[in-house]
């Protein structure tokens, strides 16, 4: 056909081209002759042939096709709301505890509301960023799930357990058990000021004489040295020239938890320093004045003429002295290997002889069967060593004899175990002295104090009460999804040496996360057998006390005599005995967690603890043997120097220079941050189902919880050189997850920041 072709060539291309297709298909009609002249006869039933052939592919098709379409549509409706938002419709959480939670979250300081200075609320003065600048909240103050104090203990995980504690004690019915109302009525007696104000110093005047009395009131019989001891360290917890506890092995790499008794320098009054450079402990003199003082003070309060107390005192401090010289700090005596010395008490008799120290340990631990073969932890034996020389020079002056200076020290350390039992004027007396006799002070709440001496005598109690009312199931489940996330970061992290980081990813993997319980949890009837010989009164204190710390006593030979790891009720770090990683109960408490909170509150809250811990146990020197840690610690200060107009231009380079602590720790927390959230959305795509609180979207009531974080006590806080919350502006410069802008509007630099 030429090119010249009119209209009426297009049907008889059209023609051709069906032509075309029935010659395409001439091969399946080949291989269907029954079909053939059907087709030619009744050209319909084309149609059904095909259909006939290609039914089972289009039907599958077409199912995928719909599937896909349903599941577009069910992700919209019930995916988590990640995305850019602000608010959410999740149904809301209508319990009380979510009641309280709503009305912190409205009280606190709103991230997303104050992008520009919501992270410069200080928790004191050990921030080196601190900033004063005049902002509202700093100002008013500002409502954080840890906005207490941090010295005693009021604010964070800690004050968060010991405040539930207390709502426990005191709800305790007067005709429960009488394992609980014993606990109840020591904790009763501890509160009642009065009646220790009342008893005034006569209880503890009765004491000393039960002990033989001693020089200083004249009234005295010369007692035997070690027996004196034995009786001290057994009834009354009192430890003046060593002090002895029950512990586990440090290598008991199999878990075994057989303990053993341990044996340490003791906690002396006199303050002390610890000198660097001749690597010894010494007396500062402008200390030494005002514990002079206050020791005078404490024998005027215990009747003493004041002729006679600068003698006794002047006795007390030179034998305190030469003790002090002798004792050297925990880092000092690692670094000696020091610490841990197993040996047998015959060895020990042999190194440090003027102490018995087969009869002192049989009387603290009898009944058991204490021999001299038995292995002790010693740690420190040149500390051991020395105090025996010291303790033989003070028996052997001969102008002792009537004073009897060893005696007086042992009577004043008993007074230091006895001051919480006595009336405000010994704890007036030591807030001049709050490194020597740091504890007894008064800044700690009454509450506060009554509630960590009742754990001493009655924490089985303490624990089952504490279990009672554990959600063991929810905390478990943070537990393990923080532990995965853990594990999927640690994947990412670039370790110098690849053999190390092997290492360590097998020995993560073997580990197994899980709640701290024990098998030692007694029944209401095994606690009502166990403290049945117990009788508390209501308005003696000074007596409950004194039957107290030998409660706490037995406790230590139950201890000794038992295998497995009891329950530390006051506990709220984890703790890693062989291959169980175990975290305490008294973690997962209100405010801090509850069962009914929205779990993007237990998450930002909880979780980023758990993760928290996690980094600083198992990661203790990270920042040596990875890039990651110093880079990601570097750009999350870069970030905070650039907000806060600190930077020496764009980019940085400005404000204080980060030590190795700082770093590691900025990369500690921002890391938990991001393990925590990741955990969260795991969750989420098991359960997709969670509630909110104030109508928040799950992101923003995650990072607002997480905002509340402040100022958590742990023993690494000190190394933190912002404040945690500032993490959230770090973490949304890089993600889409965040509900909105949190870069400040009046700093344009923001804009330029990298992802950390």
Same mark, same amino acid.
């Given at each position: 056909?030429?090119d010249?072709?009119t209209?009426q060539d ?10 075309i297709e029935?010659e /395409?298909?001439?091969e ?5 002759p029954?079909y ?7 050209p ?13 592919p289009?039907?599958?098709?077409a199912l995928f096709?719909?599937?896909?379409v349903?599941?577009?549509v069910?992700c919209?409706?019930?995916r988590?709301d ?15 505890a979510?009641?309280?939670?709503s009305?912190?979250l409205?009280?606190?300081v709103?991230?997303f509301?104050q992008p520009c200075?919501y992270f410069?609320?200080t928790?004191?003065a ?8 005049g902002?509202?909240?700093n100002?008013?103050g500002?409502?954080?799930?840890e /906005? ?8 964070g995980r800690?004050?968060s357990?010991? @405040?539930n504690l207390?709502?426990?004690?005191e709800s305790?019915?007067?005709n429960?058990?009488?394992a609980? @109302?014993n606990t109840?009525?020591?904790y ?5 000021t009065?009646?220790?104000?009342t008893?005034?110093?006569?209880p ?5 004489q039960?002990?033989g009395g ?10 035997e040295?070690?027996?004196?001891l034995?009786v001290l360290?057994r ?8 002090r002895?506890y029950?512990? *586990?092995?440090?290598e008991?790499v ?5 303990r ?5 320098q003791p ?8 000198n660097?450079e ?8 402008q200390t030494?004045?005002p514990?002079l003082?206050t ?5 005027t309060?215990?009747g ?7 003698h ?6 030179s034998l305190s002295s030469?003790?002090?010289?002798a004792?050297s700090?925990?880092?000092y005596?690692?670094s ?13 008799q042999?190194?440090?002889?003027d102490i018995? %120290?087969l009869?002192?340990l049989?009387t603290t631990?009898?009944? &058991?069967?204490?021999t ?5 932890f010693?740690?420190n034996?040149?500390f051991?060593v020395n105090?025996?020389?010291i ?5 052997n002056?001969?102008e002792?004899s ?9 009577? &004043?350390?008993?007074?230091? *175990?006895?001051?919480p039992?006595l ?5 007036n007396?030591s807030?001049?002295l ?5 504890g ?7 509450? @506060? ?5 009742t754990e001493?005598?009655f =924490? ?5 009460l504490?279990s009672q ?7 478990q ?5 923080i532990?995965?996330?853990f594990? =999927?970061?640690?994947?990412q992290?670039k $370790?110098t040496?690849?053999t190390?980081?092997r290492i360590?990813?097998?020995k993560?993997?073997?580990l197994?996360?899980k709640? %701290? *319980?024990?098998d030692e949890t007694?029944s209401? /009837?095994?606690?009502?057998r166990?403290y049945?010989t117990? =009788? ?15 409660? %706490?006593?037995?406790?230590?030979r139950?201890?000794?005599?038992g295998?497995?790891?009891?329950v530390?009720? &006051?506990s ?9 990683l ?5 973690l997962?408490?209100p405010p801090?967690?509850? !069962? ?12 980023f603890l ?9 990661l203790?020197?990270?920042h040596?043997q ?10 999350v200060?870069?970030?905070y120097?650039?907000?806060t /107009?600190?930077?020496g231009g764009?980019?940085g380079?400005g404000g204080?220079?980060?030590t190795?602590?700082?770093? @590691?720790?900025? %990369?500690v927390?921002y890391?938990?941050?991001? *393990?925590?959230?990741q955990?969260y959305?795991?969750n989420?795509?098991t359960r997709?189902e969670d509630t909110?609180?104030s109508? $928040?979207s ?10 509340q974080?402040?100022?958590? =006590?742990?023993?690494h ?6 404040q945690p919350?500032f993490?959230i502006?770090?973490?949304c410069a890089?993600s889409?997850l965040? !509900?909105?802008?949190?870069r ?6 923001t804009?330029s920041?990298?992802k950390c």
């Open positions: 056909m030429t010249g072709r209209q297009g049907p008889v291309l059209r023609m051709r081209e069906t032509s029935l /395409d298909l001439s399946d009609l080949d291989r269907a029954v053939l002249s059907e087709f030619h006869t009744e319909p039933r084309r149609t059904k042939l095909i259909w006939t052939k290609y039914w089972k289009l039907l599958v098709l096709l719909l599937a896909a349903v599941g577009s069910y919209v409706y019930r988590p990640w995305g850019a938002t602000n608010r959410t419709t999740a149904p809301p959480c209508l319990s009380a979510c009641d309280w939670a009305a912190r409205s009280a606190a709103d991230p509301a200075d410069l609320f928790c004191g050990n921030n080196v960023t601190a900033d004063n600048r902002h509202p909240q100002r008013s500002r409502s954080t799930l /906005d207490a104090p941090r010295g005693g203990g009021a604010g800690r004050g357990l010991l @405040q207390r709502q426990i004690l305790v019915d007067r429960s058990r009488a609980l @109302q109840r009525t020591f009763s007696s501890c509160l009642d009065g009646s220790v104000e008893a005034g110093v006569e503890f005047l009765s004491l000393i039960e002990l001693w020089a200083v009131s004249g009234q005295w019989v010369r007692p040295f070690n027996s004196t034995g360290m009834d009354y917890a009192t430890f003046p020239f060593f002895v029950v512990d *586990t092995d440090p008991d199999h878990g075994l938890s057989k053993y008794i341990q044996i340490d906690d002396l009054l006199i303050p002390i320093e610890w660097n001749t690597k010894r402990s010494q007396v500062e003199t030494l004045r514990f003082s020791c005078q003070r404490y024998l309060l215990l003493a003429p004041d002729d006679k107390s600068l006794h005192v002047g006795h007390f401090l030469e003790l002090a010289v004792a700090p925990p880092r005596r690692l000696k290997g020091q610490l841990y010395q197993r040996m047998s008490i015959r060895d020990l042999l190194q440090a002889p018995d %120290w009869g002192c049989q631990f009898e009944p &058991l069967n204490i001299e073969d038995d292995q002790v010693v740690h034996l040149p051991m105090m025996s020389l303790v033989r020079k003070w028996k002056k001969p002792n009537n004073f009897d200076p060893l005696q007086t020290f042992m009577v &004043l350390n008993l007074l230091h *175990t006895m001051m039992a009336d405000s004027r010994f704890s007396a807030k001049t709050p490194v020597a006799l740091e007894t002070g008064g800044a700690q709440p009454r509450w @506060q104090r009554c509630v960590t001496e001493k005598g =924490s089985p109690v303490l624990t089952h504490l009312g554990a959600a063991h199931r929810e905390a489940e943070i537990i393990q999804d532990f995965s996330a594990k =999927s970061k640690l994947q992290l $370790l040496n690849q190390t980081r360590l990813i097998d993560v993997n073997s197994v996360p709640v %701290w *319980t024990s007694k209401e /009837d095994e606690l009502d166990l049945s117990v =009788s508390m009164n209501d308005h003696r204190f000074f007596s409950n006390y004194v039957t107290l710390l030998s409660l %706490w006593q037995r406790r230590q139950a201890a000794l005599s295998h497995g790891v009891p530390d009720v &006051l709220v770090t984890p703790r890693l005995l062989g291959n169980r175990l975290f305490p109960m008294g997962f408490v801090l967690f509850h !069962p009914t909170y929205p779990r993007a509150m237990n998450y930002g809250v909880v979780g758990v993760a928290k811990d996690l980094l600083h146990l198992l203790p020197n990270i040596s990875s890039e990651t840690v110093r880079d990601v610690g570097g750009c200060w870069t970030h120097l650039t907000v /107009d600190r930077a764009a980019g380079g204080a220079a980060l190795a602590a700082q770093q @590691q720790e900025l %990369w927390q890391t938990a941050l991001q *393990t925590a959230l955990a959305q795991l989420l795509e997709p909110s609180i109508g $928040l799950y992101t923003r009531l995650f990072l607002s919880s997480f905002s974080m402040n100022c958590d =006590s742990d023993p806080h000190e190394s933190m050189p912002l919350s993490l502006t770090v973490f890089g889409d965040c !509900p909105s802008d949190l400040c509007p009046r700093n344009a630099r804009h920041l990298q």
